[in-house]
């Protein structure tokens, strides 16, 4: 199965929007904190899914926003998600109740302390580092292990244990 969705890490005052996902119970990233983010919805641009999911889950509206990388998810034998990874340090609008769970702004220093993905830390890691535009490939186990790791198509010998 093949899936396609966005992410995005808004950034304000040395924050990023965080959603800690505790509120579906089959849920996969069930919780795990994340980003801003979803499926896209049929004919959709990376950009419109990224401007409406992020309307959808927060009740803001971008108005600047980055493209930052690219991240393949290879879960188990029979999931591939392609993930536009994105920032943005600019909206308007009026926050909203998320109906996948609890908004928070929080400490860029502090995000490494949070429970996260193993590869979310290798992503953040390549966005601290203001690296450009990046093609990320992570490989999971179904027990949410992180078996491969490669960066524009180069294996990364550590990954494991990163630190954001």
Known sequence: MVKLSTLCYIEQDGKYLMLHRTVKENDINKDKWIGVGGHFEKGESPEECLLREVWEETGYTLTSWRYRGIVTFVYGEDVVEYMSLYTADGFTGTPIACDEGELEWVEKSKIGELELWEGDRIFFELLENEQP????????????????????????????????
């Open 133 to 164: 535009f990046f093609s990320l490939k992570l490989v999971y186990n179904t027990d949410d292990v992180l078996e491969y790791a490669a960066l524009d198509g180069k294996k990364m010998k550590d990954f494991r244990r990163r630190e954001c």
